[in-house]
């Protein structure tokens, strides 16, 4: 059984304007919040062990009310730790995972593979658990494939 | 102890009696012969899983028959799809962003051939 969930993206464009959507300030800050937050790089340092420190900013109406209600601040201040970095190929960080009710936060692993095809750039996202004293609680991700399985079975 | 789904089903043991039990509703002595494990520790992850609402149990004559139930696994669907769309969201916004640079090129180098 996987721990792992994948999502896989195909993109008609040359591979360096993907490889800049992720390695550049202007190009993160252009996708990289959720709808109706606003990103902004504090810092970039790109290089094995180095950080990626943003600002996540509540924009949309409907989002800033939530964060006010959530007792909240509008801004949150975040960073990703880059662990690998091979230039049009492969980039991959840690992240803290701190999203899950009732659950201390812990390190989530990510791993971005970059494919060139004829057709453009196929996408592999992969999040993977780390072998931490959390991992553990990770590795139900990996119970995707099983649940549809469970449905099956369930449903019969 | 109330478990949450997730520490419930952290442990590889209950995991694989889940696993078993995939396939329907079965007694205790099946369940033992099918996964690598002695019939106490089965019975103890049984008990666990029970308490956490995993399994339900029906007894017929002296046999107690176990089967899973759906909701905690509609939890987890649900936790898992959650973590997925905020990504299908942001590669939404991914390619949108690929395509503004397409098309800012494109008009680029129409303005320098005309």
Redesign the interface.
Same mark, same amino acid.
Request: charged fraction near 25%; avoid cysteine.
């Given at each position: 059984?996987t721990k792992r969930?994948t999502?896989e993206?195909s $993109?008609d464009?040359p591979i360096e304007?993907?490889w800049e959507?992720w390695t550049t300030k202007e190009?993160i800050e252009?996708?990289?919040g959720? @709808?109706g937050f606003m990103v902004k790089v504090r810092k970039l340092d790109l290089r094995p062990g180095g950080d990626l420190e943003y600002a996540m900013i509540a924009t949309g109406a409907e989002q800033v009310e939530f964060m006010k209600k959530s007792g909240m601040p509008p801004t949150t201040e975040l960073r990703i730790r880059f662990t690998e970095i091979t230039t049009h190929r492969r980039l991959a960080y840690d992240q803290k995972a701190d999203f899950?009710p009732?659950?201390e936060p812990y390190d989530v692993a990510t791993t971005v593979d970059f494919h060139t095809t004829a057709a453009g750039v196929r996408m592999v996202?992969t $999040?993977d658990a780390m072998h931490d004293e959390h991992w553990?609680?990770m590795?139900?991700?990996g119970? @995707?494939s @099983?649940?549809e399985?469970?449905?099956k079975?369930?449903q019969a | 102890m109330q478990m949450n789904v997730f520490e419930t089903l952290a442990d590889p043991m209950r995991r694989t009696i889940v696993e078993a039990l995939l396939g329907g509703e079965q007694a205790v002595g099946d369940i033992v012969d099918r996964v690598d494990i002695h019939q106490s520790g089965v019975s103890r992850h049984l008990r666990i899983l029970h308490e956490a609402g995993f399994v339900r149990v029906r007894p017929v004559g002296p046999r107690r028959l176990y089967s899973l139930r759906p909701e905690p696994f509609r939890e987890l669907d649900e936790w898992v799809s959650r973590y997925r769309s905020l990504w299908e969201a942001r590669l939404d916004r991914f390619a949108a962003e690929l395509n503004r640079r397409k098309k800012a090129r494109t008009l680029k180098g129409k303005e320098r051939r005309s």
């Open positions: 059984m969930i999502i993206r $993109f464009a304007d993907v959507l190009g252009s996708w990289w959720p @709808e899950i009732g659950t996202l $999040f553990t609680k590795a139900v991700m119970w @995707e @099983e649940l399985k469970l449905r079975a369930l | -």
